[in-house]
């Protein structure tokens, strides 16, 4: 089976294109591949965090919910909705853009509130204890929302990467390798025919 070629007139023109061409993607490729290691790096490092943090999230709702139901069974369920009609916010969440090595992915901030007493009738002492550790568990939950957006988007651009970097390395750059070995033995054939028939044109004129 032939091998496929680039379609382009065999000249030194050509031949000059494509080399600067071939240049230009061998440091594109060179580009990707460092770009490919840094982000699988970042990956390892998300995936890391990202366990930890599942693994203390999981404790902490375990938890919160725990005491949570401590408080229904000493409240009841209309006594906590009506405890926390004025119960304040105990976090305070903020969601800013960020990127890394181009990816976009939001980077979440919580800064914990300090819990004021409700002060209603009929409340149990079990029921700032939730608060506290559900504000607590947020928190987590919301430092493991942006671990695990940024992992999963640093896993697309790093597929991405590796598919780029394939393409150019097993496809593109040994396409033009080929098309200018091709031109470049065109052109050496020519210059050696141009050779031979000038000898001959010598010999004729008795030269």
């Known amino acids: 089976m032939a091998q496929q070629l680039i379609k382009a007139p065999p000249t030194k023109n050509t031949l000059l ?20 290691e840094l982000l699988t790096r970042l990956v390892y490092e998300r995936i890391g965090e990202y366990r930890e ?3 203390s999230s999981e404790a902490a709702l375990g ?39 181009g990816v976009a992915y939001p980077a979440v901030t919580s800064e914990r509130i300090p819990l004021k007493p409700v002060g209603l009738l009929g409340t149990d002492a079990s029921f700032d204890t939730t608060r506290d550790n559900l504000a607590r568990a947020s928190a987590l939950l919301a430092r493991l929302s942006e671990v ?17 970097v394939n393409a150019l390395k097993y496809n593109i750059i040994p396409l033009y390798q080929r098309t ?3 031109i470049q033995s065109s052109l050496e054939e020519e210059e050696r025919n141009t050779l031979f028939q000038v000898k001959l044109l010598r010999e004729k004129a008795g030269v």
């Not at 294109?17 to 071939?22: N, P």
């Not at 409240?75 to 090595?101: H, N, T, W, Y």
């Not at 651009?157 to 780029?164: D, G, I, P, T, V």
Request: aromatic share 4%.
């Open 63 to 101: 938890d919160a919910y725990h005491c949570l139901s401590i408080t229904h069974l000493r409240m009841g369920s209309r006594g906590i909705r009506q405890a926390a009609l004025g119960a304040e916010p105990a976090l305070k969440v903020d969601i800013l853009p960020r990127r890394a090595l």
């Open 148 to 164: 695990e957006i940024a992992l999963h988007r640093l896993l697309e651009e790093q597929r991405k990467a590796q598919k780029r």
């Open 53 to 55: 943090l599942r693994q």
């Open 17 to 36: 294109r494509l080399k600067k061409q071939v240049k230009f993607l061998e440091e594109g490729h060179d580009l990707l591949e460092r770009k490919r």
């Open 180 to 182: 200018i070995h091709f």
